[in-house]
């Protein structure tokens, strides 16, 4: 039996790992902020798990010191995912969270720690089969700058407490039931007719459906393979048209293609961030533009080699059961973070 702690529990990749692990016999740890507790209380109710609560934040040592007490595995999730702004608040919780969650990890002998990163690290730029050894070179925005910063640290004081260390990187785009942050968002607004795109939506995407991505999480908190990254995708070469039009069949609508060119769209963009940031989420930002007008797919070959990853469901299966979900209302919720924190 494990007593793992999980940070970013609540948050829609965190819930989705209580909800696939809370069974194994496992003793599960939530370290929980304040505004969460009721999300975490719900979460223990409906998986019957062994969970217990800690309340506190990331940014607090002494809160995570305490949730860490006898723990030998730790997942790290919270973060702050906004693509523009906030630096203060993003660097607080992405980097010094993580900082205070190695310190105490090592303190407290926790043995492996697992850590949730993003493809972002490797700066978005026409990758076409990317793979674990291409740069984690990301300086903005300061979520995906975080993100490789933490990876490094993540290595260097695993290699200095004798730690064992996993990094997962989900695909470009993780999506599924309970994410409201982009999940819900764009079957909305396909429900509602509109299918938008960047140079026609012929991009290369990896796609990470939840089901598939919490599959390899728990592959990296019990296999023996260790100190290394690893790409967590649907192993499915996809376009954004052709993602985007799958969620307009399953939801059964005939969606107007709304495209523009990436040239056209980026001289907006920081116009967007600096006047609209100010008091509301931009509506266009240099990230998002990256996200949408490069070919960036990049493959699981080191999970399924060293993890024995592969994919529980297709892509094709991963859309229909998040379709189901959202036609079942169950969307009225917004996550201000990517993975809770």
Known sequence: MKRILITGGTGFIGSNIVNKIAGSGDELRLLVEPRRIEAAEEIGRRTAGNISIFEGDVRDFEAVKKALKGCDTVVHLAAVLKDSGHKELIRGVNLG????????????????????????????RDISSGTEGFPA???????????????KIVMEESARSGMEWVIIRPGLVPF???DYLFTGRILSLINAGVIPLVDGGRHLLCTSYI?????????????????SAFIITDQTVTTWRAFLDSMARGLGVRGFRISLPAK??????????????????????RYRLDLLGHDLYFHAGAAAELLNYKPVYTIEEGIKRTVRWYK????SKHNDTDQGC
Do not use: W
């Not at 969270?97 to 978005?124: D, I, P």
């Not at 070179?137 to 990876?151: F, G, I, L, N, R």
């Not at 001289?267 to 961030?273: A, H, L, T």
């Open 176 to 178: 599924g039931e309970g």
């Open 97 to 124: 969270g993580t900082e205070n969650l190695l310190r105490g990890s090592s303190e407290a002998a926790v043995r492996r720690f697992v850590f949730v990163s993003s493809l972002s690290v490797h700066r978005y």
């Open 264 to 285: 056209v769209l980026a001289p907006f963009c920081g116009i967007s961030e600096k006047l609209i940031g100010k008091i509301a989420e931009p509506p266009v930002t």
């Open 137 to 151: 070179d990301a300086v903005s925005p300061e979520y995906a700058a975080t993100k490789a910063e933490c990876e």
């Open 211 to 227: 089901g598939n991505l919490v599959h390899g999480i728990e592959l990296a908190i019990r296999s023996a393979a260790k100190d």
């Open 328 to 331: 079942g209302g169950k969307t």
